[in-house]
């Protein structure tokens, strides 16, 4: 397991900024996806080719007067009132948890502190594009920045790792932190042993703009069920079903002849590539194509879509298409015609980022809009590992 800084015991956690923000980009997966999973990784090796969005997980931290620690979920409109503790029992929002023990341990010397948590994620709950580690990314960038430490992408990223599937036991790879973290269009490879290598695509300006006018992303209308899927695609790995394997092995296949594709500035053969990848991702368990996305991906289709896949796990979500910037437009005509809300996309270079607010008055205890003036200042952040 990593090792991390730890926190200085001699220094006083009410000196810490008044408030710190931080975010980090959700991802589009394009191909790979799965192999990162413990049950093939582990066996053969594991690659993922990504790339982050300008949808963000948000986080802020601010310090409480009243001695409660509060977390609020803004976009799930949940609130929980603590008393602050090294472990915090009965809350359902492991994620906010989970950070919080994680960061109060390793950072401020085991003392608990009281804080306002705030939180909230530019894309639906279930979406696919990564929005759980996005969140558990942006969390430890805000507490970070609020209790004055420094952490490289690679020491958050496995950080968010290790508070994700460790400490809390939740399913699934190691993309999304590292996508999080790190921002950019990036080719992945988590070899059977070690730690994951992060190697980002410098491509064409031209290159980059046109994969960008060419994206499009619609919402199904359901969160997707990542965790059984998650849990068959293990199962299957562990019993090695001929036809889940084999599709494990064609989805690590495709990223590199995707990443030719990019390279050479080729979106139809990108195109090819990515039809084939998400043909191989619905051999590896059930319920990755539901009756909502497969009836959009023949919209998608009829109205020009060269290549159709569901982000993520599967099961729900989102579902990407690539159509020729020309017929863009009617494309998310015909969607929205169709009933689902579908947006055009944009890529972005930057990784997870925080910054401090100080602040003129506190916020009252009350969880009312604050409105005193404040002035911000950038944290800094270490140059990407």
């Avoid at 952490?151 to 968010?160: D, G, I, K, N, Y």
Wanted: hydrophobic share 45%.
């Amino acid at each position: 397991m990593a090792r991390f800084r730890t926190a200085d015991p001699r220094r006083d956690a009410s000196a810490a900024p008044f408030l710190a923000r931080g975010r980090a980009p959700l991802r589009l997966g394009l191909a790979g996806g799965g192999t990162d999973l413990p049950g093939y990784a582990g066996r053969f090796g594991g690659a993922v080719l990504n790339a982050t969005i300008d949808r963000y997980a948000f986080a802020s931290v601010a310090a409480r007067a009243d001695g409660w620690l509060v977390f609020d979920a803004c976009d799930l409109e949940r609130t929980e009132r603590h008393a602050p503790a090294p472990r915090l029992a009965g809350s359902g929002l492991d994620l906010h948890r989970g950070v919080y023990e994680r960061m109060m341990r390793d950072f401020n010397a085991g003392a608990p502190l009281a804080l306002t948590v705030t939180t909230s994620v530019d894309a639906p709950l279930g979406s696919g594009l990564g929005s759980s580690s996005a969140l558990t990314v942006a969390l430890i960038e805000a507490y970070a920045a609020y209790l004055g430490r420094s952490l490289t992408r690679r020491e958050t990223a496995l950080l968010a790792c290790d508070i994700e599937r460790r400490e809390l036991g939740l399913a699934g790879g190691r993309q999304d932190q590292y996508a999080a973290a790190y921002g950019g269009v990036n080719m992945m490879r988590f070899p059977p042993r070690g730690e994951a290598v992060v190697d980002r695509l410098r491509l064409d300006p031209a290159t980059a703009r046109e994969l960008e006018a060419s994206l499009v992303l619609s919402f199904s209308g359901q969160a997707r069920a990542s965790t059984r899927i998650i849990a068959e695609q293990a199962r299957n790995l562990d019993t090695d079903d001929a036809a889940a394997l084999e599709g494990m092995h064609r989805l690590k296949e495709g990223v590199a002849a995707m990443q030719d594709a990019l390279l050479a500035g080729d979106l139809v053969a990108f195109a090819a590539a990515l039809d084939a990848a998400w043909q191989a991702k619905k051999r590896t368990a059930r319920g990755i194509v539901t009756a909502e996305t497969e009836w959009l991906e023949g919209v998608a289709r009829s109205a020009g879509a060269m290549a159709v896949k569901v982000s993520g796990a599967g099961g729900g979500g989102f579902v990407m298409c690539l159509v020729p910037p020309e017929r863009r437009a009617r494309l998310i005509a015909c969607l929205q015609a169709a009933g689902s809300p579908t947006y055009p996309v944009r890529l972005t270079e930057e990784g997870s980022e925080a910054w401090v607010v100080h602040r003129s008055a506190p916020i009252p205890v009350a969880e009312e809009t604050p409105r005193a003036p404040f002035a911000v200042a950038r944290a800094s952040h270490p140059v990407p590992a």
